[in-house]
């Protein structure tokens, strides 16, 4: 079946500090891959997504790279912000199945 | 509307009571779809509409799950004989094509 397995948290990072979560996911098929942020008592928000095998997908300093290879979509960024502390979710979605991983708890500290 | 909205946004409800949890989706989109969310985990797929007709209702965990989406846009989760096993962050999303979909809020449950 489709799954995602992520990182388990909490993560807790000093500002500036790089981000990697990780992110690896079984498929049959071809699956888009998403990342989703979840804010304190906010709904999900799509934070960047990668349609096929070598896509990059980027924003707000975030980076995440489709690698059919390791069958990861781990995600990145450069140098976080307190304001960037939230849940980040991993997910796929082939043929209308949409997956989440369970997610990962970032908290910066300043 | 902006977004996904979804209505009430809390719901505390007793053991056996029934409930109703509504999605407005965005304008125009046709797909919509329930997840429910335990504390702790990641959205769990419920089921799925494109227009008014339920496609895939696979996810619902038992036949106390019912939706409807009669017009093809407003959505109704009704939950019946609610249990304390059902608490849990109920999300809507829309779509308008197979690979994105848009989130409302949720509504956190709690039954007593």
């Given at each position: 079946g489709n799954s995602v397995t992520q990182m388990e948290g909490p993560v807790t990072l000093s500002e500036e500090a790089f981000l990697t979560i990780n992110c690896t996911y079984t498929a049959t098929g071809y699956p888009s891959l998403f990342w989703y942020v979840q804010y304190p008592g906010e709904g999900l928000q799509l934070l960047l997504k990668a349609t096929k095998a070598d896509d990059k997908g980027s924003n707000k300093g975030f980076e995440a790279t489709y690698r059919k290879e390791t069958t990861s979509f781990h995600l990145e960024k450069g140098s976080v912000q307190v304001s960037d502390s939230a849940v980040y979710f991993c997910a796929l979605i082939v043929l209308g199945d949409m997956r989440f991983g369970a997610g990962t708890r970032l908290t910066v500290k300043p | 509307g902006a977004g996904v909205s979804q209505s009430p946004r809390y719901k505390v409800a007793k053991r056996g009571q029934d409930v109703a949890l509504r999605c407005d989706p965005?304008?125009?989109?046709?797909s919509l779809f329930w997840y429910q969310q335990a504390l702790g985990q990641g959205p769990e797929f419920l089921t799925y509409f494109q227009n008014e007709a339920q496609?895939?209702?696979?996810?619902?965990?038992?036949?106390?799950f019912f939706a409807e989406r009669p017009e093809g846009s407003v959505s109704t989760l009704k939950i019946q004989?609610?249990?304390?096993?059902?608490?849990a962050v109920y999300l809507c999303a829309s779509s308008p094509d197979p690979d994105t979909q848009y989130f409302g809020p949720g509504t956190r449950l709690t039954v007593l």
């Open positions: - | 965005i304008s125009g989109h046709v496609l895939d209702k696979s996810g619902l965990p038992s036949d106390r004989r609610t249990q304390q096993e059902d608490s």
